[in-house]
């Protein structure tokens, strides 16, 4: 395979996270799931190898941790991880001086600080093998200063203009750097902001999955209290 046999995928127990751990298990790649939600994960799990026969390993970890490295060191071992997806995401809606600083801080660091973590430690070792890919989810909302949203705006222009920049360092070494912009989406945390009530003639959310049923499936569910998926 292009970069190698393992895929490592954070936030990735529904919605986008979800929708791209299909899509790489159906190219046969195998899976290392990262959410903090176990039982998501191993629901997954389940599907993926069933349908695809490919490895999956589901590891439990609240993101904001801050021995996050160690603790995903811990739980891939010796695997070489040669695709990295960052898709975890906190997005608080509502004014900015409404919350307070520790809520903002938890923004940057999920939004922000963890990705550049896993880019440091999982980068490396990508251009010291002279392959790999990253793939960071950003959205549309980083392509311009948004009020209620504002920090979750400012933090998704960070991955863009980060995934760019690396991008050109790292093409010579045959890793490859892209961030996906999404528009507006029905993961749990879109569907948990209510994109309803504005009115009829807010655009309607793309599906991850492709499923048809898949925005009114997931409303019916329990979304995450802290949006973290």
């Known amino acids: 395979m292009t970069y190698g046999s393992w895929a490592l995928i954070a936030g990735g127990s529904q919605g986008i996270g979800e929708a791209f751990a299909l899509n790489l298990a159906k190219k046969g790649l195998n899976l290392v799931l990262i959410a903090r939600r176990i039982e998501q994960l191993e629901k997954l799990a389940e599907v993926i190898k069933a349908n695809y026969g490919v490895e999956v390993k589901c590891i439990s970890l609240d993101l904001a941790r801050e021995d996050i490295v160690p603790k995903i060191q811990e739980g891939i071992g010796d695997l070489k991880i040669g695709v990295l997806v960052y898709n975890a995401a906190i997005i608080p ?120 049923e898949y925005f009114e499936e997931i409303r019916k569910e329990t979304i995450c209290d802290s949006r973290i998926c």
């Open 93 to 212: 809606i509502g004014d900015y001086f409404k919350s307070d600083l520790e809520e903002q801080l938890k923004v940057l660091n999920i939004n922000c600080r963890v990705p550049t973590y896993l880019i440091d430690y999982f980068g490396r070792k990508m251009k010291d093998n002279g392959k790999g890919a990253i793939v960071l989810i950003s959205s549309m909302a980083g392509l311009q200063g948004t009020p209620i949203n504002v920090h979750y705006t400012a933090t998704k222009a960070y991955n863009i203009v980060l995934a760019e920049g690396l991008w050109y360092e790292l093409k010579d070494y045959g890793v490859d750097v892209i961030t996906s912009i999404t528009g507006a989406t029905a993961t749990p945390n879109y569907v948990a902001t209510d994109p309803d009530k504005p009115g009829l003639f807010v655009p309607k959310p793309l599906k991850p999955n492709g499923s048809q």
